[in-house]
T-cell receptor, first 113, second 115 residues
């Protein structure tokens, strides 16, 4: 069956460190993979998108990698801050999905001062 | 530009009742997607509407339905509510050009509680 998994429900790190979140998928032919941030009581907010033929994408302190051989994406936040504390969701758009997204359940990141 | 708006923000209903949720997309966006979010299942796709037509549907029972109006506003209806329908219902809008890249802009959601 098709799955998209974020293998940590929660991640606690110290301020200033790099947070690394993992997203794995099975049985999909991905077109794009997206990362979203969700704060309590709010809808998800788009952060980054990476295409299947891209290895890495950066935006300020954020970096996403995409390894279609391992069927895995890594999401990094460098120099993390308490304001980065939120739930981070990965979402896969696969071939034939007509643009619809399959979401992972999210990883709750807590950055301690 | 105003963001995606959803009304109401909170709803309490009892089993067996029906409910209608509303979503106004970002101006110029023609695609509206609906998602159900629960702690156990995460974000699950319900359906997508584009130019008043349902373009895609997730794996939910027929009690869940929707529609889209000519101004791209969308409504979602759930009939014969069950306790398990308690969730955050999120609406997302996008340009919906049909290109495979499809950044979605989410609303704040409607928190539905079924008693």
């Amino acid at each position: 069956s098709q799955k998209i998994e974020q293998n940590s429900e929660a991640l606690n790190i110290q301020e200033g460190k790099t947070a690394t979140l993992t997203c794995n998928y099975t049985n999909y032919s991905p077109a794009y993979l997206q990362w979203y941030r969700q704060d309590p009581g709010r809808g998800p907010v788009f952060l980054l998108l990476i295409r299947e033929n891209e290895k890495e994408k950066r935006k300020e302190r954020l970096k996403v990698t995409f390894d279609t051989t391992l069927k895995q994406s890594l999401f990094h936040i460098t120099a993390s801050q308490p304001a980065d504390s939120a739930t981070y969701l990965c979402a896969l758009e696969y071939r034939g999905s007509q643009g619809n997204l399959i979401f992972g359940k999210g990883t709750k990141l807590s950055v301690k001062p | 530009k105003a963001g995606v708006t959803q009304t109401p923000r909170y709803l309490i209903k009892t089993r067996g009742q029906q409910v209608t949720l509303s979503c106004s997309p970002i101006s110029g966006h023609r695609s509206v997607s609906w998602y159900q979010q629960t702690p156990g299942q995460g974000l699950q796709f319900l359906f997508e509407y584009f130019s008043e037509t349902q373009r895609n549907k997730g794996n939910f029972p027929g009690r869940f339905s929707g529609r889209q109006f000519s101004n791209s506003r969308s409504e979602m209806n759930v009939s014969t509510l069950e306790l398990g329908d308690s969730a955050l219902y999120l609406c997302a809008s996008s340009l919906g050009t049909g290109a495979s890249y499809n950044e979605q802009f989410f609303g704040p959601g409607t928190r539905l509680t079924v008693l």
